[in-house]
């Protein structure tokens, strides 16, 4: 296919008048595929050549019947429908060669073939002119000379065959003009012939031009086609597309595979009916999918959109492309695009983010995301000129109970104290896990009086509870560093203290 594709469009960037005519086999195989577009059309258009030579016989024995030749005429009758009836023989063997190649004993047996048809045509001048009817003669060259032109214009005739047609009937003419004396007439012969001849291969490259535009747009299509075959096969996105409505057309089994029913069950149904789930009903639709309307209704391409859909009550997520559809007028048509199902990548790079700034084990923010916190609150009070602040939380006898007991126990009783810390989080406050039986909390605005001494009590408070684990009644010691904010460095109104409490005893 790609070989073929290959010579169709090399052919049709420049058609020489040489592979026009199709004399010789220098272009190998395109040459070949250009008479195979040619000679198909000698059998289709049988019937307009037969009509045409039965017209153009019945002319030129009106014009030699004062010859009184009545024999000759019949023998000429006789081998003119002989070599007609071989030359259509010639022309149904040709009928399919646009559906292989037209090898060149075919193609000069088929120009012997119109080189005889050639002669049996001209013969009419031959009698003309031997009985010295200059009349005769001229009527019958002009009713040859107006079949060569017929058979160009009106049945394609390739110019391979025209051109010889032309040039036996015009070496006839000329030969039986000069024996009449006839020196303008054969002049005229040879221009017309030439005019005749120039004309068929103009008319051929225009023919063949549009045909090669075709097979290239055919060739296109059958690539598209193939491609977009694989694309659905072997790949893991699909095709979708929606008109102007916003309902889903010519639904490819993998988009309706996605949506979790067949083609026939979506064809024609609303798309954003399919995918909006439950918030159909109620409206409330996520923010992605607001997205997606609006640029709908803008009719303006996207790409890699990324949309939360609910298919079957589970949400998943959808990337999707599309562009706007017109048609020859400029009228839209709607959207068509691919999309694919992204939820699983999702999740992982949702779970890697996560992992990223939360500790896996308390489910606490980690060091990373409290030094992000902490600069974002040094940013906030350069700015509004407030005071932030840094808690640091250790729990004494830690090391003790988690060497005594077990580090599943130790675990088990740091996702515990995590769990009491979140209780004790607010908008103004981040508690996170710094590593082993440390925490902190970032405080963004403790402009209020006594605010970070609150929140000092409040932790020791809620810590110093015991513990309830595998049977085992423990508890920690609690100890808190206080420190100025950075804006409470910087303006000097910051303060150092530190409250420390005796460790609790334990009880295992």
């Known amino acids: 296919m790609s070989d073929r594709q290959g010579h169709t469009s090399a052919l049709s ?47 030129l024995l009106l014009a030699n019947a004062s010859a009184g ?16 009836g071989h030359n259509a023989r010639l022309d149904r063997q040709l009928a399919d060669t646009d559906r292989r190649a037209m090898v060149p004993g075919e193609l000069s047996g088929y120009l012997v073939a119109t080189a005889a048809v050639a002669l049996a045509c001209s013969l009419p001048l031959v009698l003309a002119a031997h009985a010295g009817d200059s009349r005769a003669f001229l009527i019958s060259y002009l009713v040859v000379a107006t079949t060569a032109t017929a058979l160009t214009l009106v049945a394609s005739a390739p110019p391979a065959a025209t051109i010889v047609f032309v040039t036996v009937k015009t070496l006839v003419a000329v030969a039986c003009a000069l024996l009449l004396g006839e020196f303008v007439a054969a ?33 296109k299509s059958e690539v598209v086609s193939l491609l977009l075959r694989e694309f659905e096969e072997n790949e893991a996105d699909w095709l979708w597309q929606v008109d102007t409505h916003r309902r889903i057309r010519k639904a490819s089994p993998r988009f309706a595979f996605a ?40 009719r303006e391409s996207f790409s890699n959109l990324i949309v939360k859909v609910t298919i079957n009550r589970e949400n998943r997520w959808w990337e999707l492309s599309g562009t706007p559809m017109l048609d020859d007028q400029g009228a839209h048509l709607g959207f068509r695009g691919v999309g694919s199902d992204v939820t699983e990548q999702r999740e992982s790079s949702e779970k890697i983010a996560y992992l990223a700034r939360y500790d896996t084990l ?15 609150a040094m940013r906030y009070a350069k700015q509004w000129r407030t005071r932030c602040a840094f808690l640091m939380i250790d729990l004494d006898r830690f090391k003790s109970i988690n060497d005594s007991l077990g580090h ?101």
């Not at 005019?195 to 045909?211: P, T």
Request: glycine fraction near 12%.
């Open 13 to 59: 960037d420049s058609l020489a008048t040489r592979a026009v005519i199709g004399f010789g086999d220098r272009g190998g195989e395109g040459w070949a595929h250009l008479r195979g577009f040619q000679y198909p059309q000698l059998w289709r258009n049988l019937h307009w050549r037969t009509g045409i030579f039965a017209v153009s016989t019945s002319f």
């Open 69 to 84: 030749h009545p024999l000759l005429l019949a023998g000429w009758l006789g081998l003119l429908a002989l070599v007609l």
């Open 187 to 219: 002049f005229a012969a040879v221009a017309i012939a030439a005019a005749i001849g120039i004309g068929s291969v103009e008319i051929s490259r225009s023919y063949l031009q549009a045909r090669l535009s075709e097979a290239a747009i055919a060739e």
């Open 259 to 298: 949506l979790g029913r067949t083609s026939e069950d979506v064809e024609g149904k609303s798309f954003f009916e399919l995918v909006a789930g439950e918030a159909w009903d109620s409206g409330q639709f996520p923010p992605s999918l607001h997205d997606l309307a609006e640029r709908l209704k803008r």
């Open 362 to 376: 308390t489910g606490l923010p980690n060091r990373l995301m409290l030094n992000e916190a902490l600069g974002e």
């Open 408 to 508: 599943m126990v130790g675990d088990q009783l740091l996702a515990q104290v995590s769990r009491r810390l979140k209780e004790l989080a607010g908008d103004n406050a981040l508690i996170g896990r710094l590593g082993g039986d440390e925490f902190a909390i970032v405080i963004r605005d403790a402009s209020e009086q006594g605010l970070v001494e609150k929140i000092a009590q409040r932790v020791i408070d809620r810590l110093s509870r015991p513990y309830e684990i595998d049977h085992h009644t423990l508890y920690v010691g609690r100890q808190c560093r206080l420190g100025p904010g950075p804006q409470g460095r910087q303006d000097g109104r910051g303060a150092d203290a530190q409250r420390r409490s005796g460790a609790l005893p334990g009880q295992g």
